[in-house]
Structure formats: C-alpha cells, structure tokens
C-alpha cells in the first residue's frame, strides 16, 4: 500500500526557514520524479518543485526560486524541501507525491508564516 507522509511544517516567522521531509512507503522513490505541491486556503493545489530520478535536475516554481531546495535520499526513500526566507504568502498546506501526481494525497503538513 503507497503511503505519502510528510511532515516538518509549522508556524514560523516571515524570514524564517523550515525543513519539510516525505517518507514514501509501498513504492520505491528512484524510479521517480518527485515533487512537492502546497494548497493555499481557498486555492488550487500547485506544483512547487519537482526532483528528477535519473540526474537529480530540479525545477522551480518562479515563486520559490532561489529560497527553497528540494533534495532526495533514496535509502530512505525520503524527499526533503528546504524553505528559506519565507513569506507570508508560502502559507498552505505542503504535500509530495511523484509529479505528476501518481498516488493519493497524504495528510500533508502546515506551514503558517507569519508574524
């Protein structure tokens, strides 16, 4: 059974960072491209930064260019996002899954950033 469990979020001020973490458990991560997404309240799901598989080439929405860092560690079948410098704007709901999106949704984890 495919499990998504993130975790690490929290509340934090604006300039603050945080590191997210997503243990994968029923599939292994190597063979594919994962990414992190967050739901803001009363908006869509969006992709935020995806990992590749075979090259580890990343990618980047414009809003968290340069602040946030995906990583992954595929003994632990685990995917990391640093967030840096955040803004009151990062607030959502943080979720991985492959991209695009393959599996059910996890819990997620909250990120609130505000002062």
């Known amino acids: 059974q495919v499990q998504l469990v993130e975790s690490g979020g929290g509340l934090v001020q604006p300039g603050g960072s945080l590191r997210l973490s997503c243990k994968a458990s029923?599939?292994?991560?190597?063979?594919?491209?994962i990414g992190w997404f967050r739901q803001a309240p009363g908006k869509a799901r969006e992709g935020v930064s995806c990992?590749?598989?075979?090259?580890?080439?990343?990618y980047y929405a414009d809003s968290v260019k340069g602040r946030f860092t995906i990583s992954r560690d595929n003994a632990k079948n685990t995917v990391y996002l640093q967030m840096n410098s955040l803004k009151p704007e990062d607030t959502a709901v943080y979720y991985c899954?492959?991209?695009?999106?393959?599996?059910?949704w996890g819990q997620g984890t909250q990120v609130t950033v505000s002062s």
């Open positions: 899954n492959t991209w695009p999106p393959r599996w059910s």
């Open positions: 029923g599939f292994t991560l190597d063979y594919y491209v």
């Open positions: 990992i590749s598989s075979i090259d580890g080439s990343t």
